[in-house]
Structures are given as C-alpha cells and as structure tokens.
C-alpha cells in the first residue's frame, strides 16, 4: 500500500517536474498558467493531465492538435515513480527517507534540463547547495560535507580550466562545478570522490558508446547526468564505499 501510494506520488512528482523542464529554462512560471500543449497552446484538460495514464490513453498525442507529446513526460513520470519507490525500500520511512527525495528528485530535474537544454540552472542548483548546507550543520558532520563541497567543485573547476587546453575544445561548463558542489554538499568528501571516479568511467562508456553510434561530437557534452549517476550509484553503495577509507 505505501509502495503505491510512493509510486503514485512520485509520477505525480515526475509530472511536475516535466512542468519544470519545459517552463524553468523559458522563464515561464511554473504555477500559472495551468498545462497547455506546446504546439497549439490549449489548455489540458484535468482527464487528460493524468501522470503516465493519460499519456497511453491519448497515445502520446495532444487532444486537440493531434501533435506528438514527447515520450519524455512519460519516462519523467514513470522513472520519478521508481526513484520513489525504490528510496522508500532503501531508507524505510524516516526523516532521512525526505532527505534523498528531495536530493535525488533534484538531480533527477537538473540532469533533463542539462540534456534537453545544456544549460544548468542557477535558480534551481543554488538553493539546493544551500540545503545540503544546512543539513551538513543540523545533522551530518559538517567538516566531512563542507570538504566535499569543494573537493567536488574543485575538481570538476579544475579540469574546466585544463580541458580546453587538452582538447582543444571546451568539454565541461561552470554548470558542471555547480553541480559537484552540490553533489559534494549532500554526500561528503568520500562520496564525492567515488562520485567522480564513477561519472568520469560512465563518461567514457556511455559518451563513448553515442559517440560511435551518431558518429559526431557534439560542441557540449551533457556531463550533469552523469555526475548525477555517478552520484546516485555511489550513495547506494556508500556503506562499502564508506568501509573502503576507513581501512
Ligand atoms: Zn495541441
């Protein structure tokens, strides 16, 4: 029952943030006005604004334009719902539980955004180092955390300044150093650092694998999901990860 009402909840989150992916970087509010279809700007009716069902029922089109509905809002919606799910096996219900969400939900929007638009969002990366702040003084060990802030961000700053030199090209962007910053913040100096290792190896398999697939190299990499997955995988494993440094 409370995994359903997580999956649930997490859909209608991920709906949410699909709000926020399409307007955020737009500068349009995400409150007002209601959903509206991108392409003929009618308002989407209530039936027709259910997360996941409604996307299946109007087969990924707009009622009234007929127009494609990316199949993104309903992979937002369904991986948002898991994301839920599989936190609340995880953590159990605790206050800890609240925590990952709203970090994890985070990345989740940060890492879209970044993909769809390469752009990091201060507006949403900066209140989000501010929590992971205030979480590092109420509860964590704040030493442990407010290392790893600047380790991650140091990092990342540093191979900013050195890539282009290396490649040639720019390969990373300051919304990078923001988003280790945060990373580091949330997961401490240990963290941070599988953290990196983690993205950099997803970095070269993944980024590799499309490169070979499209053939191209694009002028940006998108490098913000993988610093997110490289964030997620090593805060599951962090018990080992944890049990590694302290030998
Ligand atoms: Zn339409």
Redesign the pocket.
């Known amino acids: 029952m409370l995994e359903t009402i997580f999956f649930v909840s997490g859909a209608i989150f991920g709906s949410f943030f699909n709000v926020c992916i399409y307007r955020l970087p737009k500068d349009i509010s995400i409150i007002t006005p209601g959903s509206f279809?991108p392409?003929?700007g009618?308002r989407i009716r209530w039936y027709d604004n259910i997360p996941i069902i409604s996307w299946i029922l109007l087969f990924g089109r707009?009622r009234?334009?007929k127009?494609i509905i990316s199949i993104r809002y309903i992979i937002i919606e369904i991986l948002t719902g898991l994301l839920f799910l599989f936190l609340l096996q995880f953590c159990g219900l605790n206050k800890e539980l609240f925590i990952w969400l709203f970090f994890f939900s985070l990345l989740l929007l940060i890492s879209v955004i970044d993909i769809e638009t390469f752009f990091v969002l201060d507006r949403v990366v900066y209140p989000g180092i501010v929590v992971g702040l205030v979480l590092a003084f109420l509860i964590w060990n704040p030493i442990e955390h407010i290392i790893g802030m600047f380790l991650g961000g140091g990092i990342i700053f540093l191979l900013v300044r050195v890539s282009p030199k290396l490649l040639g090209k720019e390969g990373m962007g300051e919304g990078d150093v923001e988003v280790a910053l945060l990373l580091g913040v949330f997961l401490g100096w240990k963290l941070i650092l599988s953290t990196l290792l983690v993205s950099s190896i997803l970095g070269v398999v993944i980024g590799g694998g499309i490169l070979l697939l499209t053939r191209r190299i694009g002028s940006h990499i998108p490098y913000v999901p993988y610093l997110a997955a490289g964030g997620f995988i090593s805060w599951v494993f962090s018990g080992k990860i944890e049990a590694f440094f302290t030998l």
């Open positions: 279809c392409v003929c009618h707009c009234d334009c127009e």
